[in-house]
Protein backbone atom coordinates (compact mmCIF):
# COMPACT_ATOMS: atom_id res chain seq x y z
CA UNK A 1 0.00 0.00 0.00
CA UNK A 2 1.52 3.37 -0.63
CA UNK A 3 1.93 5.56 1.93
CA UNK A 4 -0.30 9.16 0.88
CA UNK A 5 0.03 12.93 2.84
CA UNK A 6 -2.45 14.92 2.07
CA UNK A 7 -1.62 18.85 2.20
CA UNK A 8 -2.60 22.27 1.21
CA UNK A 9 0.38 23.36 -0.73
CA UNK A 10 3.63 21.54 -2.03
CA UNK A 11 6.68 23.22 -2.72
CA UNK A 12 9.17 20.69 -4.91
CA UNK A 13 12.85 21.97 -4.14
CA UNK A 14 14.05 23.41 -0.97
CA UNK A 15 16.67 25.91 -3.06
CA UNK A 16 16.11 29.54 -1.64
CA UNK A 17 13.22 29.95 -3.96
CA UNK A 18 11.44 27.20 -2.32
CA UNK A 19 12.20 27.49 0.92
CA UNK A 20 11.12 31.26 1.12
CA UNK A 21 7.58 30.12 -0.76
CA UNK A 22 7.33 27.50 1.93
CA UNK A 23 7.97 29.74 4.60
CA UNK A 24 5.47 32.92 2.96
CA UNK A 25 2.80 29.99 2.99
CA UNK A 26 3.17 28.82 6.04
CA UNK A 27 2.97 32.10 7.45
CA UNK A 28 -0.02 32.87 6.00
CA UNK A 29 -2.05 29.69 7.67
CA UNK A 30 -1.41 27.25 4.84
CA UNK A 31 -0.43 23.85 6.00
CA UNK A 32 2.90 23.47 3.57
CA UNK A 33 5.19 20.33 2.85
CA UNK A 34 8.49 21.15 1.55
CA UNK A 35 10.17 18.72 0.18
CA UNK A 36 14.00 18.22 -1.67
CA UNK A 37 15.65 15.21 -3.21
CA UNK A 38 19.21 16.31 -1.83
CA UNK A 39 20.01 14.12 1.53
CA UNK A 40 21.52 17.54 2.90
CA UNK A 41 19.99 20.74 1.40
CA UNK A 42 22.04 23.26 0.06
CA UNK A 43 24.63 20.85 -0.65
CA UNK A 44 26.17 20.34 -3.35
CA UNK A 45 25.95 24.01 -4.03
CA UNK A 46 25.92 25.36 -7.79
CA UNK A 47 26.39 29.08 -7.14
CA UNK A 48 29.16 31.46 -6.74
CA UNK A 49 27.19 33.15 -3.84
CA UNK A 50 26.73 36.45 -4.25
CA UNK A 51 24.04 38.28 -3.13
CA UNK A 52 23.39 42.49 -2.60
CA UNK A 53 22.93 43.65 0.72
CA UNK A 54 19.98 45.65 -0.15
CA UNK A 55 17.69 42.13 -1.77
CA UNK A 56 18.35 40.70 1.62
CA UNK A 57 16.91 43.31 3.41
CA UNK A 58 13.99 43.54 1.24
CA UNK A 59 13.10 39.95 1.58
CA UNK A 60 13.55 40.35 5.47
CA UNK A 61 16.52 37.95 5.91
CA UNK A 62 18.84 39.48 8.68
CA UNK A 63 22.35 38.77 7.91
CA UNK A 64 23.99 36.18 9.74
CA UNK A 65 27.43 35.41 10.44
CA UNK A 66 26.93 31.38 10.00
CA UNK A 67 26.21 31.89 6.26
CA UNK A 68 28.21 34.72 5.42
CA UNK A 69 31.76 33.74 4.26
CA UNK A 70 32.83 38.12 3.44
CA UNK A 71 31.62 41.37 2.76
CA UNK A 72 32.05 42.99 -0.25
CA UNK A 73 32.27 47.23 -0.91
CA UNK A 74 34.63 46.84 -4.22
CA UNK A 75 33.68 45.82 -7.75
CA UNK A 76 36.96 45.16 -10.21
CA UNK A 77 36.04 45.17 -13.72
CA UNK A 78 38.37 43.48 -15.95
CA UNK A 79 38.46 44.06 -19.89
CA UNK A 80 40.27 41.81 -22.37
CA UNK A 81 43.86 43.59 -22.24
CA UNK A 82 43.42 43.37 -18.78
CA UNK A 83 42.50 47.26 -18.22
CA UNK A 84 40.62 47.45 -14.97
CA UNK A 85 37.76 49.56 -14.11
CA UNK A 86 37.31 49.75 -10.04
CA UNK A 87 33.78 51.00 -8.82
CA UNK A 88 32.58 51.38 -4.98
CA UNK A 89 29.64 49.33 -3.85
CA UNK A 90 28.20 52.45 -2.02
CA UNK A 91 28.42 54.29 -5.26
CA UNK A 92 26.90 51.95 -8.15
CA UNK A 93 24.02 49.88 -7.40
CA UNK A 94 25.85 46.57 -8.74
CA UNK A 95 23.21 43.73 -7.84
CA UNK A 96 24.40 40.16 -6.82
CA UNK A 97 27.57 41.68 -4.37
CA UNK A 98 27.53 43.14 -1.00
CA UNK A 99 28.00 39.30 0.82
CA UNK A 100 29.29 36.09 -0.77
CA UNK A 101 27.38 33.85 0.98
CA UNK A 102 28.45 29.96 2.43
CA UNK A 103 25.26 28.48 0.51
CA UNK A 104 25.81 25.21 2.23
CA UNK A 105 24.81 26.65 5.17
CA UNK A 106 22.55 29.14 3.96
CA UNK A 107 20.33 27.17 2.03
CA UNK A 108 19.72 25.06 5.08
CA UNK A 109 18.88 28.05 7.08
CA UNK A 110 16.63 29.56 4.80
CA UNK A 111 15.27 25.71 4.63
CA UNK A 112 15.05 26.19 8.59
CA UNK A 113 13.10 29.10 8.93
CA UNK A 114 10.04 27.61 6.33
CA UNK A 115 10.26 24.84 9.35
CA UNK A 116 9.96 27.46 12.02
CA UNK A 117 6.89 29.08 9.97
CA UNK A 118 4.81 25.67 10.13
CA UNK A 119 6.40 24.13 6.73
CA UNK A 120 7.21 20.18 7.06
CA UNK A 121 10.04 19.17 5.35
CA UNK A 122 11.00 16.03 3.41
CA UNK A 123 14.61 15.34 2.86
CA UNK A 124 15.85 12.92 0.22
CA UNK A 125 12.36 13.03 -1.64
CA UNK A 126 12.29 12.73 -5.06
CA UNK A 127 9.28 14.57 -7.17
CA UNK A 128 8.22 11.71 -10.34
CA UNK A 129 5.70 13.25 -11.80
CA UNK A 130 2.41 14.74 -11.18
CA UNK A 131 -1.44 14.76 -12.51
CA UNK A 132 -3.97 18.07 -11.99
CA UNK A 133 -7.22 16.19 -10.64
CA UNK A 134 -10.50 18.08 -10.66
CA UNK A 135 -9.61 19.76 -7.25
CA UNK A 136 -6.22 18.62 -6.52
CA UNK A 137 -2.75 17.60 -7.16
CA UNK A 138 -1.15 13.98 -6.75
CA UNK A 139 2.61 14.26 -6.65
CA UNK A 140 4.58 10.65 -7.01
CA UNK A 141 7.74 10.54 -5.01
CA UNK A 142 9.95 8.53 -3.48
CA UNK A 143 11.12 9.18 0.00
CA UNK A 144 14.84 7.63 1.62
CA UNK A 145 13.70 4.79 -1.42
CA UNK A 146 10.12 4.19 -0.59
CA UNK A 147 7.16 5.49 -3.05
CA UNK A 148 4.59 8.01 -1.67
CA UNK A 149 2.27 10.11 -2.69
CA UNK A 150 1.23 13.67 -1.72
CA UNK A 151 -2.29 14.87 -2.15
CA UNK A 152 -2.18 18.65 -2.36
CA UNK A 153 -4.30 21.76 -3.53
CA UNK A 154 -1.76 23.51 -4.68
CA UNK A 155 2.19 22.63 -6.29
CA UNK A 156 5.01 25.45 -6.12
CA UNK A 157 7.67 24.04 -8.61
CA UNK A 158 10.92 25.41 -7.20
CA UNK A 159 12.98 22.67 -9.08
CA UNK A 160 15.49 24.63 -10.69
CA UNK A 161 17.06 24.74 -14.02
CA UNK A 162 16.54 20.88 -15.36
CA UNK A 163 13.35 21.76 -14.10
CA UNK A 164 10.17 19.01 -14.62
CA UNK A 165 7.44 20.11 -12.29
CA UNK A 166 6.15 23.16 -14.85
CA UNK A 167 6.35 20.68 -18.48
CA UNK A 168 4.60 17.91 -16.06
CA UNK A 169 1.97 20.59 -15.33
CA UNK A 170 1.46 21.52 -19.34
CA UNK A 171 3.18 24.56 -18.98
CA UNK A 172 5.94 25.43 -21.96
CA UNK A 173 9.25 25.44 -20.41
CA UNK A 174 11.60 25.36 -23.28
CA UNK A 175 14.35 27.32 -22.84
CA UNK A 176 16.55 27.83 -26.29
CA UNK A 177 20.39 27.18 -26.29
CA UNK A 178 21.46 30.87 -26.57
CA UNK A 179 19.22 31.49 -23.51
CA UNK A 180 21.44 28.78 -21.15
CA UNK A 181 24.38 29.59 -20.12
CA UNK A 182 26.92 26.65 -18.94
CA UNK A 183 27.75 27.99 -15.77
CA UNK A 184 31.10 26.08 -14.11
CA UNK A 185 33.36 26.92 -10.83
CA UNK A 186 35.94 25.81 -8.73
CA UNK A 187 36.15 27.12 -5.07
CA UNK A 188 39.90 27.47 -4.85
CA UNK A 189 42.67 28.43 -2.18
CA UNK A 190 45.92 30.20 -3.23
CA UNK A 191 44.14 33.14 -4.83
CA UNK A 192 46.21 36.29 -4.98
CA UNK A 193 43.82 39.09 -4.74
CA UNK A 194 44.04 42.56 -5.20
CA UNK A 195 41.98 43.72 -2.96
CA UNK A 196 39.57 40.87 -0.91
CA UNK A 197 36.58 42.87 -0.35
CA UNK A 198 36.53 43.20 -4.38
CA UNK A 199 34.11 41.11 -6.50
CA UNK A 200 35.87 40.20 -9.87
CA UNK A 201 34.09 40.16 -13.34
CA UNK A 202 36.29 39.40 -16.67
CA UNK A 203 34.98 40.05 -19.69
CA UNK A 204 35.61 39.25 -23.66
CA UNK A 205 36.74 36.16 -25.27
CA UNK A 206 37.64 34.31 -21.95
CA UNK A 207 33.88 33.74 -21.84
CA UNK A 208 32.01 33.98 -24.80
CA UNK A 209 28.34 34.70 -24.37
CA UNK A 210 29.14 35.86 -20.43
CA UNK A 211 31.99 36.44 -18.13
CA UNK A 212 34.20 34.99 -15.73
CA UNK A 213 34.33 35.75 -11.88
CA UNK A 214 36.41 35.85 -8.82
CA UNK A 215 34.15 36.11 -6.06
CA UNK A 216 36.13 36.08 -3.02
CA UNK A 217 35.45 34.33 0.49
CA UNK A 218 38.17 34.92 2.27
CA UNK A 219 42.18 36.69 2.25
CA UNK A 220 42.92 33.64 -0.49
CA UNK A 221 40.22 31.86 -1.02
CA UNK A 222 37.37 32.58 -3.93
CA UNK A 223 35.14 30.79 -6.34
CA UNK A 224 36.38 31.18 -9.84
CA UNK A 225 34.28 30.36 -12.65
CA UNK A 226 32.91 31.52 -15.89
CA UNK A 227 29.70 31.25 -17.99
CA UNK A 228 29.81 30.85 -21.38
CA UNK A 229 26.67 30.11 -23.95
CA UNK A 230 27.43 27.35 -25.82
CA UNK A 231 26.13 28.70 -29.68
CA UNK A 232 28.92 31.38 -29.09
CA UNK A 233 31.59 29.10 -28.98
CA UNK A 234 33.31 25.86 -30.40
CA UNK A 235 34.88 24.90 -26.89
CA UNK A 236 33.18 23.23 -23.68
CA UNK A 237 32.87 25.78 -20.43
CA UNK A 238 35.22 23.81 -18.51
CA UNK A 239 38.40 24.18 -21.25
CA UNK A 240 37.59 27.61 -20.86
CA UNK A 241 37.55 27.74 -17.29
CA UNK A 242 40.78 25.72 -17.42
CA UNK A 243 42.53 28.77 -19.40
CA UNK A 244 41.60 31.31 -17.49
CA UNK A 245 42.26 29.77 -14.23
CA UNK A 246 45.89 29.28 -15.53
CA UNK A 247 46.27 32.78 -17.39
CA UNK A 248 44.45 35.08 -14.44
CA UNK A 249 47.38 36.69 -12.10
CA UNK A 250 44.72 36.54 -9.06
CA UNK A 251 44.33 32.49 -9.78
CA UNK A 252 47.04 31.02 -11.92
CA UNK A 253 48.48 29.49 -8.58
CA UNK A 254 45.54 28.87 -6.70
CA UNK A 255 44.21 25.13 -6.18
CA UNK A 256 40.79 23.92 -6.55
CA UNK A 257 39.10 22.71 -3.49
CA UNK A 258 35.29 22.03 -4.70
CA UNK A 259 34.33 21.58 -8.98
CA UNK A 260 30.49 22.88 -9.63
CA UNK A 261 28.71 23.06 -12.70
CA UNK A 262 24.88 23.74 -13.80
CA UNK A 263 22.72 25.41 -15.95
CA UNK A 264 22.08 29.19 -15.50
CA UNK A 265 18.76 30.50 -18.19
CA UNK A 266 19.59 33.94 -18.35
CA UNK A 267 16.84 34.71 -21.52
CA UNK A 268 14.13 36.42 -18.92
CA UNK A 269 10.95 34.26 -17.18
CA UNK A 270 9.33 31.99 -18.95
CA UNK A 271 5.50 33.21 -20.24
CA UNK A 272 2.97 31.66 -18.20
CA UNK A 273 4.47 30.98 -14.52
CA UNK A 274 0.99 29.43 -13.56
CA UNK A 275 -1.29 27.03 -14.38
CA UNK A 276 -4.70 25.48 -12.71
CA UNK A 277 -2.89 24.37 -9.02
CA UNK A 278 0.51 24.84 -9.97
CA UNK A 279 2.81 28.14 -9.87
CA UNK A 280 6.78 27.74 -10.76
CA UNK A 281 9.40 30.06 -9.28
CA UNK A 282 12.97 30.63 -9.76
CA UNK A 283 15.32 29.48 -11.79
CA UNK A 284 12.78 26.72 -12.90
CA UNK A 285 10.43 29.92 -13.93
CA UNK A 286 13.59 31.16 -15.34
CA UNK A 287 13.68 34.08 -12.84
CA UNK A 288 17.73 35.29 -12.96
CA UNK A 289 18.55 38.42 -13.72
CA UNK A 290 19.73 38.00 -17.16
CA UNK A 291 22.56 40.28 -17.38
CA UNK A 292 24.70 39.35 -14.10
CA UNK A 293 23.07 35.15 -13.53
CA UNK A 294 21.85 35.57 -10.16
CA UNK A 295 18.79 34.39 -9.33
CA UNK A 296 19.37 34.11 -5.11
CA UNK A 297 17.33 37.12 -4.80
CA UNK A 298 14.78 37.09 -7.31
CA UNK A 299 14.29 33.27 -6.84
CA UNK A 300 13.30 34.32 -3.03
CA UNK A 301 11.37 37.15 -3.97
CA UNK A 302 8.93 35.03 -6.37
CA UNK A 303 8.61 32.48 -3.59
CA UNK A 304 7.86 34.79 -0.69
CA UNK A 305 4.63 36.18 -3.70
CA UNK A 306 3.95 32.50 -4.35
CA UNK A 307 4.22 31.42 -1.14
CA UNK A 308 1.52 34.48 0.14
CA UNK A 309 -0.68 33.77 -3.12
CA UNK A 310 -0.75 30.22 -2.25
CA UNK A 311 -2.08 31.10 1.49
CA UNK A 312 -4.10 33.16 0.18
CA UNK A 313 -5.74 30.89 -2.45
CA UNK A 314 -6.22 28.25 0.60
CA UNK A 315 -7.96 30.96 2.81
CA UNK A 316 -10.59 31.83 -0.26
CA UNK A 317 -10.92 27.76 -1.44
CA UNK A 318 -9.97 28.44 -4.98
CA UNK A 319 -6.68 27.50 -6.32
CA UNK A 320 -7.55 28.16 -10.46
CA UNK A 321 -5.19 30.09 -12.46
CA UNK A 322 -7.32 33.39 -12.15
CA UNK A 323 -6.27 33.10 -8.80
CA UNK A 324 -2.59 32.11 -8.82
CA UNK A 325 -1.72 34.67 -11.49
CA UNK A 326 -2.09 37.44 -9.33
CA UNK A 327 1.72 35.63 -8.39
CA UNK A 328 2.52 36.31 -11.99
CA UNK A 329 1.21 39.86 -11.54
CA UNK A 330 3.03 40.45 -8.53
CA UNK A 331 6.03 39.55 -9.94
CA UNK A 332 6.28 41.27 -13.13
CA UNK A 333 4.91 44.76 -11.66
CA UNK A 334 8.17 44.39 -8.71
CA UNK A 335 10.60 43.09 -11.76
CA UNK A 336 9.39 42.83 -15.13
CA UNK A 337 10.87 46.41 -16.33
CA UNK A 338 14.27 45.70 -14.70
CA UNK A 339 14.10 42.95 -16.31
CA UNK A 340 13.56 44.05 -20.01
CA UNK A 341 16.56 46.75 -18.65
CA UNK A 342 18.76 44.17 -18.38
CA UNK A 343 18.35 41.77 -21.39
CA UNK A 344 18.71 44.81 -23.06
CA UNK A 345 22.04 45.89 -21.41
CA UNK A 346 22.65 42.45 -21.86
CA UNK A 347 22.64 42.28 -25.77
CA UNK A 348 24.58 45.47 -25.32
CA UNK A 349 27.50 44.11 -23.53
CA UNK A 350 27.63 41.06 -26.14
CA UNK A 351 27.78 43.17 -28.87
CA UNK A 352 31.07 44.66 -28.48
CA UNK A 353 34.15 43.56 -29.90
CA UNK A 354 37.09 42.71 -26.94
CA UNK A 355 38.54 45.94 -28.47
CA UNK A 356 35.47 47.53 -27.83
CA UNK A 357 35.28 46.10 -24.45
CA UNK A 358 39.23 47.60 -24.12
CA UNK A 359 37.94 51.25 -25.36
CA UNK A 360 34.97 51.27 -22.52
CA UNK A 361 37.51 50.42 -19.80
CA UNK A 362 40.02 53.13 -20.81
CA UNK A 363 37.39 55.53 -21.30
CA UNK A 364 36.05 54.82 -17.80
CA UNK A 365 39.12 54.05 -15.69
CA UNK A 366 40.11 56.76 -12.90
CA UNK A 367 36.46 58.24 -13.59
CA UNK A 368 34.92 59.13 -9.84
CA UNK A 369 31.58 57.50 -10.17
CA UNK A 370 30.14 59.55 -7.45
CA UNK A 371 30.13 62.72 -10.17
CA UNK A 372 29.09 60.44 -13.25
CA UNK A 373 25.22 61.54 -14.31
CA UNK A 374 23.64 59.10 -16.64
CA UNK A 375 24.35 61.46 -19.34
CA UNK A 376 27.78 61.97 -18.99
CA UNK A 377 27.92 57.58 -18.83
CA UNK A 378 25.72 57.43 -22.08
CA UNK A 379 28.28 60.17 -23.90
CA UNK A 380 31.04 57.93 -23.32
CA UNK A 381 29.01 54.66 -23.78
CA UNK A 382 28.20 55.88 -27.44
CA UNK A 383 31.56 57.28 -28.54
CA UNK A 384 33.01 53.74 -27.65
CA UNK A 385 30.40 52.36 -29.84
CA UNK A 386 27.72 54.13 -31.88
CA UNK A 387 26.43 51.24 -33.25
CA UNK A 388 25.97 49.07 -30.10
CA UNK A 389 24.18 51.76 -29.16
CA UNK A 390 21.21 51.89 -30.84
CA UNK A 391 20.44 48.24 -29.12
CA UNK A 392 20.40 49.95 -26.08
CA UNK A 393 17.58 51.97 -27.00
CA UNK A 394 16.34 53.72 -23.59
CA UNK A 395 17.87 51.40 -20.57
CA UNK A 396 19.62 54.61 -19.17
C1 LIG B 1 28.09 28.38 -11.58
C2 LIG B 1 26.94 29.21 -11.08
C3 LIG B 1 27.18 30.39 -10.38
C4 LIG B 1 26.11 31.16 -9.89
N1 LIG B 1 26.38 32.28 -9.15
C5 LIG B 1 25.37 33.01 -8.62
C6 LIG B 1 25.62 34.13 -7.77
O1 LIG B 1 26.76 34.47 -7.46
N2 LIG B 1 24.56 34.82 -7.27
C7 LIG B 1 23.28 34.47 -7.54
O2 LIG B 1 22.35 35.15 -7.08
N3 LIG B 1 23.01 33.40 -8.34
C8 LIG B 1 24.02 32.65 -8.87
N4 LIG B 1 23.75 31.54 -9.64
C9 LIG B 1 22.34 31.18 -9.85
C10 LIG B 1 21.75 30.59 -8.57
O3 LIG B 1 22.54 29.51 -8.14
C11 LIG B 1 20.31 30.16 -8.83
O4 LIG B 1 19.63 31.22 -9.46
C12 LIG B 1 19.60 29.80 -7.53
O5 LIG B 1 20.18 28.70 -6.90
C13 LIG B 1 18.13 29.50 -7.86
O6 LIG B 1 17.46 29.06 -6.72
P1 LIG B 1 16.24 28.05 -6.88
O7 LIG B 1 15.75 27.82 -5.51
O8 LIG B 1 15.32 28.52 -7.93
O9 LIG B 1 16.88 26.70 -7.47
P2 LIG B 1 18.03 25.75 -6.90
O10 LIG B 1 18.91 26.46 -5.97
O11 LIG B 1 18.61 25.10 -8.10
O12 LIG B 1 17.22 24.68 -6.06
C14 LIG B 1 16.40 23.71 -6.69
C15 LIG B 1 16.25 22.55 -5.72
O13 LIG B 1 15.29 21.63 -6.27
C16 LIG B 1 15.71 20.32 -5.98
N5 LIG B 1 15.06 19.43 -6.97
C17 LIG B 1 15.20 19.44 -8.31
N6 LIG B 1 14.39 18.52 -8.88
C18 LIG B 1 13.72 17.92 -7.85
C19 LIG B 1 12.75 16.89 -7.81
N7 LIG B 1 12.26 16.30 -8.92
N8 LIG B 1 12.29 16.50 -6.59
C20 LIG B 1 12.75 17.09 -5.45
N9 LIG B 1 13.68 18.07 -5.44
C21 LIG B 1 14.14 18.49 -6.64
C22 LIG B 1 17.23 20.37 -6.12
O14 LIG B 1 17.86 19.33 -5.39
C23 LIG B 1 17.54 21.75 -5.53
O15 LIG B 1 17.86 21.69 -4.15
C24 LIG B 1 24.77 30.75 -10.14
C25 LIG B 1 24.53 29.56 -10.85
C26 LIG B 1 25.59 28.80 -11.30
C27 LIG B 1 25.30 27.51 -12.04
Redesign the pocket.
Known sequence: MIKTIETDVLV????????SAAKHAARGGAEVFL????SE??TPK??????SKKGLKKLGIKPSSRWIAAEMDKIRLVSPSSIDVWLNQDNVDLP?TGYNLE?KVF?KHMAMDAARAGSQIMIK????GLIIKEDHVLVK?IHMEEQVNIKTKIVIG????????GRWAGLKTGIKAKNMES???FEMVGVELEDAQATEFYFGRVAPGGYA?V?PKGEDMA?V?L?VINTMTTRDAYEHLLDFVKNCETTKNAVPVEF?????PVGGPLEKLTTNNVMV????AG???PF????????MQA?LIAGEVAANAVKDGNWSQDVLKEYERRWQEENGAEFRKYLKAKEYLLSLSDEELDSLARAFQGNDFERISPTALLKKLVKVSPKAMLKLGRIF
Open positions: VGAGPAGSMDKKIGRCAEGVERDTLARAADGPESRVGVQWFNGGNAGGIIGDAQVNTGGGIITGG
